[in-house]
């Protein structure tokens, strides 16, 4: 309990008016203090006591302020520890940080300037076992296969994963671009009977629909201008395994048909053959369409909708389950860390919290991709509000709801209620108050556009 009120510092000096002066300067501002006349009494201080910085002189009898430094390294790494040094000493004094001290202030000293020092210090300190607690909570029970988070959303994610993994089924992955979704895919794979077997990706928006076909399915030799060879299509390399594909709401109607086909029939021919290869391979598809919305609009096969979607997963927003971005965070900050050779001790809640307030619409990915930005460009050691972009800071560009030139009045009207939606704090009945239409005619907008 005493943690939550004070800090306490160790104060060692072997000259008592420093030592009691300190005391008398410090209490004031809302710590405990303890006293050590030398590195060997502050050496049996610390075993009695809960120390969260120390102060120390660097010449004294037994114990040396630099011995003290060793001592306390190897003990207690997290305790940061100031050195008060004279005039002739500061190079002890710089050698005595490199070796591990926090900060050095010579004698005769400014109080206002060790108070501002030692709570630097002390919120240095928070930070680094902030940081080291959220990554043991991360490497213990909220990663899962790569996947950060903690909240209800995201638990609902991971269980079913869990749950459809071993099976056979096809799952449909639903999410907005950047959630996520090949990730909950190669889950799945990476958790199932068939995880020592191939697993292909395929991105079906990134493919035009004259070659998509020949990827998917394979040609013969001289099937067409440039087949100069036999080609084994991705479902042919992923026999026995699985295939995962992205984007799937934008496949052509004609190619749907054989798509269909194969799910059906588990066969299909070579672009240019005749013969039908057979394969057995569970089909792991993603969209950030709502394909029930599309098959309204005649450009999905509802039969193949419901052959893909046996098990849907719903990959929730960034800003749906803003709760999980400090995780994400602090292991995306250690992974650029280690990239770029960079020692990053945290993150203060300033910042943190900023982080939080944005609407991320790229999601996870525009998270990763700041963080990255954040470690390469800062000189600091603690992340502040100063290093983050200026737009995540900007109250007005956040509360802007942003309408591309060319958007279809349908996607308008769909951005609009999920904007309204995030701002009523997802209560749907001050969204429906807001939007001025009936709790019902929202819900069923909701429906209508694949709203979870």
């Given amino acids: 309990m005493r943690r939550e009120m004070k800090a306490r510092l160790l104060i060692v000096d072997d000259e008592k008016h420093i030592r009691e002066g300190l005391e008398k300067a410090l209490r004031p501002e809302g710590f405990d203090v303890v006293l050590a ?32 430094i060793k001592e306390i390294q190897g003990l207690y790494p997290n305790v940061p520890i100031i050195i008060l040094t004279g005039h002739g000493t500061i190079e002890n004094a710089v050698e005595a940080m490199r070796t591990g001290a926090y900060d050095f202030l010579t004698k ?55 749950l459809v993994a071993p099976s056979r089924a096809n799952v449909l992955i639903y999410g907005e671009s950047g959630t996520g979704k090949e990730m909950i895919a190669d889950a799945i794979h990476h958790n199932s009977p068939r995880r020592d077997k191939s697993y292909i990706k395929v991105h079906c928006a990134a493919l035009p629909e004259t070659l998509l076909e020949s990827e998917l399915f394979g040609h013969e030799k001289g099937a067409f201008t440039g087949a100069v060879s036999r080609k084994r299509g991705r479902f042919e390399l992923a026999n026995l395994g699985s295939i995962f594909l ?33 394969v057995d391979v569970r089909i792991i598809s993603a969209t950030n369409k709502s394909l029930k919305e599309e098959i309204t609009k005649g450009n999905f096969r509802e039969d193949l909708y419901y052959r893909l979607d046996v098990v849907s997963i719903l990959v929730p927003p960034l800003r749906e389950h803003r709760d999980d971005i400090p995780l994400m965070v602090h292991k995306f900050m250690e992974e650029f860390e280690k990239e770029n050779n960079k020692e ?54 956040q509360s802007a709801l942003k309408v591309p030139a060319g958007m279809s009045l349908a996607e308008t009207e769909k951005r609009y ?24 005619t929202l819900h069923r907008k909701l429906a209508e556009y694949g709203i979870a």
């Fill in 344 to 397: 990053i001790e945290g993150i203060t809640n300033g910042a943190l919290q900023a982080l939080m307030g944005y609407r991320w619409p790229g999601n996870v990915r525009e998270l990763r991709n700041v963080i990255e930005s954040i470690v390469v460009l800062t000189k600091r050691k603690t992340i502040t509000e100063e290093d983050l972009p200026p737009y995540i800071l900007d109250k007005d560009e």
């Fill in 417 to 440: 209620i999920l904007f309204t939606l995030q701002n009523a704090g997802g209560n749907k009945t001050k969204a429906s108050e807001i939007l001025k239409i009936g709790r019902k």
């Fill in 108 to 162: 005769p000293l400014n109080i206002d300037k060790l108070s501002l020092i030692v709570k630097r210090a002390l919120e240095n300190s928070s930070l680094k076992r902030q940081n080291v607690e959220l990554l043991k909570q991360l490497e213990k029970k909220y990663s899962y296969e790569n996947i950060i988070g903690k909240s209800a959303p995201m638990k609902k994610v991971f269980e079913t994963i869990e």
């Fill in 37 to 68: 006349y030398d590195g060997q009494e502050a050496l049996e201080k610390l075993e009695g006591n809960d120390i969260d910085l120390i102060i120390s002189d660097l010449k004294m009898p037994r114990v040396s302020g630099e011995e003290l």
């Fill in 246 to 278: 992205d984007e799937i709401g934008e496949i052509s109607l004609q190619m749907q048909v054989k798509l269909l086909r194969v799910i059906q029939q588990r066969e299909f021919e070579r672009v240019g053959g005749e013969e039908p290869i057979k």
